[in-house]
């Protein structure tokens, strides 16, 4: 038997969800259903109980900065937040880029790609979608993730406190539409190395992110 999205959600994220008018429950639980199928016959990633796991990790109250991500990673190594690579020791190569521009900032490297550690500061990492086929990139690009994630940052956007929007990449600039100008909004080219030379590189990202937080009297992330 499918499970309902309120059990799989924490209730802070699941009741501004279901408040939200463009958001329709009854359309996404109809996919949710499907995509539950789809792990019982698919090899799909991250696990199941992972799917929602950014939003346990970072609280609504607690969010102060949504940094995206594109698909999970389709070789297994996805955790459920966007980027991170707890689950292996080997980097993802757009992980390893971030971390080259950390190092970059701060001069110290990082080795450790479980980011647990951003999230429980209040950093969400969001991918655009937040499910994958094994070996299949971009197999569920045209779901009802969309709507979702469109959900999302509608929800993170009404926030009392600014919120810091990070877009890597034109697949996450698209969302600059749904952000108000009381938030911040850091656009950035992604750290793919297929791209990351093409800007990404010493764009000062972590410290602009930090910039933000101070202006607007919260705590700065340590990335480090």
């Known amino acids: 038997m499918s499970k309902k999205l309120c059990e799989c959600m924490p209730s802070d994220w699941y009741e501004k969800l279901v408040k939200l008018e463009s ?13 539950q199928q789809d792990y019982q016959k698919e090899t799909i990633y991250p696990s199941f ?6 939003f346990y990790h970072t609280s609504y ?33 757009s992980l390893r ?14 080795i450790d790609g479980n980011l647990e550690d951003w999230a429980k500061q209040g ?26 994630i469109d ?26 539409k749904l952000i108000s100008d009381k938030n911040y909004i850091l656009k950035f080219t992604h750290p793919s ?6 800007g990404f590189f010493n764009c000062n990202c972590f410290k602009k992110i930090n910039h933000a937080l101070r202006i607007s009297n919260q705590k700065e992330i340590d990335f480090i």
Do not use: M
């Not at 009392?160 to 969302?175: D, H, M, R, T, W």
């Open 123 to 148: 950093v969400l990492l969001l991918n655009a979608v937040l499910t994958v086929k094994k070996g299949q990139p971009n197999s569920y690009k045209n779901s009802k993730w969309v709507n979702f």
């Open 23 to 35: 958001f329709n429950l009854e359309e996404f639980q109809n996919f949710f259903d499907v995509l």
């Open 97 to 110: 880029n971030l971390f080259k521009e950390l190092e970059f900032e701060y001069h110290q490297k990082r």
């Open 61 to 93: 109250k607690q969010i102060k900065v949504v940094i995206f991500g594109q698909d999970p990673y389709h070789d297994g190594s996805a955790d459920g937040l966007a980027f991170s690579n707890s689950s292996t020791k080997k980097l993802s190569p």
């Open 193 to 198: 190395p297929l791209s990351a030379y093409r």
């Open 151 to 176: 959900a999302i940052v509608r929800i993170c956007d009404q926030k009392e406190e600014p919120v810091v929007f990070v877009l890597f990449g034109n697949s996450a600039i698209k969302y600059e």
């Open 49 to 54: 109980n992972d799917i929602f796991k950014a």
